[in-house]
């Protein structure tokens, strides 16, 4: 069953046992009401008799029995005795018995007495007069209150049923009211697919249990979305950042097997394949860094490097292995060697940067990249600009996301994983980065880093 049909047959089922008992409180009130106003009557009536009949010494029955009958409404079924001290029935005649002397006895050692026989309510009470001591008994059944409420029963038991049906129905639409962003969420849940992992459900404006946890389950689908996306790129990147270095190694070896060397050129060659794989070790243990939960231990491997060194290591690489041009330069303020310091983690922050140029050289056809670097007494800003086809405003906000290859050229390609990269290792280490693109002149990417 549903949580909207369990939570309207709860709510009906509760407030129909109130309402049942209310109605129930109500009708024995009610009942208890007109008994308790009969008793009274029938009270009076028992001490007009006494009255009537005790005091008025010098009227006779006949006459007495005339006026009792004319001004005296006649109840139904009713009775009255006057029993006089010997238990018999005085005044008027008792051929039919209707109360035993067990009874008289009792009333008039109680002195006043009401009780049912079935139907009939009956009232007691002990009279003291100067012929003697009397107890009269007077009794009828209440069919006006006995009418009435059998038609306030069915009154009831049809009002139960009407507002029963009314109960369920409007605790129905509460239900879906109440759980409707419930459906919205399990809707938007079953749009998300291995591909869409970027997609959040709705959380809406309200701070009630389901906007929580809908924004619990947000925070879930991007720990997913960033574990899924570390674990899919790792490979790739991998095989990205480990090309370089296998190609420097297996051109070193075709170059040193191409022809007979000597033994300082085969310790020449040699050294250039350790000086690879130790690179390659470098990069990685820095991947397996970053493939780490939410990116937090790449930043307990910092050690202080300058940042100009690795920025020309990179010019090196890009010359030697695909002929490009890295432009190095730097503004008046960075000359300082002490100024270009900055504590890292140079295997990371070396796949961000170089991620950065590799994106300008592709989507520039390998036009020339100039990388400008400044410093502050806090900061070291990198400005990487390109003479590409620049980015379409449409496209900003999808290009730090994962694979989301914005390109309009089959050349230009890719599997949307580098500036991804290159913004959350940049991002772990506490700086910023930000770009500013005119179409058809390029893009400008600004990386800024603490220096410590």
């Known amino acids: 069953m549903k949580i909207k049909n369990r939570l309207a047959l709860y709510f009906t089922l509760?407030?129909?046992?109130?309402?049942?008992?209310?109605?129930?409180?109500?009708?024995f009130t009610f009942?208890?009401?007109?008994?308790?106003?009969?008793?009274?009557?029938?009270?009076?009536?028992?001490?007009i008799t006494a009255r009537l009949y005790l005091e008025a010494d010098e009227i006779s029955s006949d006459s007495l029995n005339k006026v009792r009958n004319q001004y005296l409404e006649t109840l139904h079924n009713e009775v009255v005795r006057i029993y006089n001290m010997s238990n018999d029935a005085a005044f008027i005649g008792d051929d039919q018995r209707y109360w035993t002397s067990d009874v008289i006895n009792e009333v008039r050692q109680r002195k006043k007495l009401k009780f049912k026989e079935g139907q009939r309510q009956v009232v007691g009470i002990f009279y003291k007069d100067n012929q003697g001591d009397f107890v009269i008994l007077a009794s009828a059944i209440d069919q006006s209150t006995l009418k009435r409420t059998e038609k306030l029963r069915k009154i009831m038991v049809a009002f139960f049923f009407i507002i029963l049906a009314a109960l369920l129905l409007s605790s129905r639409w509460v239900a879906n009211r109440i759980l409707r962003p419930l459906d919205l969420f399990i809707d938007d849940v079953k749009k998300i697919k291995s591909s869409n992992l970027d997609y959040r459900v709705q959380e809406g404006k309200s701070k009630d249990e389901i906007g929580l946890l809908a924004q619990n389950f947000n925070n879930l689908m991007e720990h997913l979305e960033q574990a899924f996306a570390l674990q899919k790129t790792f490979v790739s990147n991998a095989s990205h950042e480990l090309r370089t270095p296998i190609t420097s190694i297996l051109m070193s070896a075709e170059i040193t097997l191409s022809q007979p060397r000597t033994e300082e050129y085969y310790k020449a060659a040699l050294n250039s394949v350790i000086d690879d794989i130790g690179k390659m070790d470098h990069i990685i243990n820095g991947l397996l860094n970053l493939a780490q939960s939410d990116l937090e231990i790449g930043t307990d491997k910092q050690q202080e490097i300058r940042i100009d060194e690795m920025i020309w290591d990179l010019q090196k690489e890009w010359k030697r292995l695909h002929n490009a041009e890295l432009i190095l330069g730097f503004a008046e303020t960075s000359q300082d060697q002490e100024s270009l310091l900055i504590k890292t983690n140079p295997v990371l922050l070396q796949i961000a940067i170089n991620n950065i140029i590799a994106n300008a050289f592709k989507f520039s056809d390998f036009k020339p990249v100039h990388c400008t670097i400044s410093a502050s007494a806090d900061f070291i800003n990198i400005h990487i600009m390109d003479q590409g086809t620049g980015i379409e405003p449409s496209n900003y906000e999808q290009i730090f996301k994962p694979f989301q290859s914005l390109y309009k050229h089959q050349q230009h390609k890719g599997n949307g994983l580098g500036l991804y990269m290159a913004h959350k290792i940049i991002h772990m280490l506490k700086g910023h980065i930000s770009f500013t693109s005119v179409i058809g002149k390029g893009t400008t990417f600004s990386v800024k880093l603490p220096k410590f």
């Open 31 to 47: 009942i208890k009401f007109l008994e308790s106003d009969f008793y009274d009557r029938l009270n009076d009536r028992a001490y």
């Open 14 to 27: 509760i407030s129909a046992t109130m309402l049942l008992g209310t109605l129930g409180a109500i009708y």
